[in-house]
Structure formats: C-alpha cells, structure tokens
C-alpha cells in the first residue's frame, strides 16, 4: 500500500526507471548521476566504452558515499544493454530532437537513455529509435546543450513527477 506522493514499489521489486548513459566520458557527471540515481530508486545502465576507469576518484568523490545504495549495471555495448532492457520502454534523449520530453508519458520501468557529453546518442541510436527522441528544450541560441548530469536529473523527476500523479 502506498500514499498519495510515494512510488508504488519498493526498490527490491524493481527500479522505478532505468537511466540509460551511452558511452559518458566525465566522471563527475557519472557520480552525480549515480547519486541521484540511488535517491530515486533508479537503476543505472553505463554502456561502454566509457571515458574513465570505474576505479577513478573523481567518480566516487562525485556518487560521495551513496554508491553502496546504487543499483547500476555496465554493459559492453548498446546491444547487450538493450537486450536487458527488452521489457521496458524506450525513451531517448537528444539535442537534435524536436518533441519535448514533458511531451512523454512515462510509465514504471521505463528507461531513459542518454549519450555521451560530446557526442551525444550514436547516430545509428538516433536513425534507429527516431520516433522514440526527445529533447529538453534550450531558449539560449548560443547555448547547445545541458550538462548531462542536469539532463538527466531535469527527465527523471519529470518520469516520477508524472508516476507520482
């Protein structure tokens, strides 16, 4: 039973979203991703390659001491983490995009995918899962994009704000 404002599950059920990172390249941003990941109950995917090592200080300094509660995974490639994903939703995030991500109804168990800092979503993802992008739309014409750890946070409490109506 769960009240009015609170996700119906508990995280050894199943995460409430699985947040999806496509070779990330900055280790801050992974940890603070992670961080938030462990304070929403969502799982995070790291598809290789990725621009650190696992091991690298800047990454736990950024997760502090919250990558005990992390539920993450890494995945050699987009083909390996897609296939365990094969129940969920797909959702994609991109600059290139023209549907806003509010404009998604996000469902429990959802995944969020995301690319890299510099690069984005692969090319092959973006022709692929077309009809499934989504941008975060930026007023700024000089500005391209959001810091991905903003990214993320900004569609993840969008998914549970809708989850949680």
Request: charged content about 25%; proline content about 6%; aromatic content about 12%.
């Amino acid at each position: 039973m769960s009240a009015k404002g609170t996700i119906p599950f508990a995280m050894s059920e199943r995460p409430a979203l699985h947040v999806v990172l496509v070779a990330p390249e900055i280790p801050q941003n992974t940890g603070s991703i992670a961080r938030l990941c462990a304070a929403t109950y969502c799982r995070l995917h790291l598809v290789r390659p990725l621009g650190f090592s696992l091991e690298d200080r800047y990454l736990k300094r950024a997760g502090l001491d919250y990558w005990p509660y992390v539920d993450w995974r890494l995945h050699d490639n987009w083909e390996r983490c897609s296939a365990e994903l094969c129940d969920a939703r797909l959702f994609f995030f991109s600059a290139r995009s023209k549907q806003p991500y509010w404009s998604a109804q996000y469902r429990l168990g959802d995944a969020l995918v995301f690319g890299s800092e510099t690069r984005g979503l692969p090319e092959e993802i973006r022709e692929r899962y077309s009809e499934r992008m989504f941008v975060i739309p930026i007023d700024h014409p000089h500005v391209r994009s959001l810091n991905l750890a903003n990214a993320v946070s900004i569609v993840v409490y969008e998914a549970l704000r809708q989850l949680r109506t």
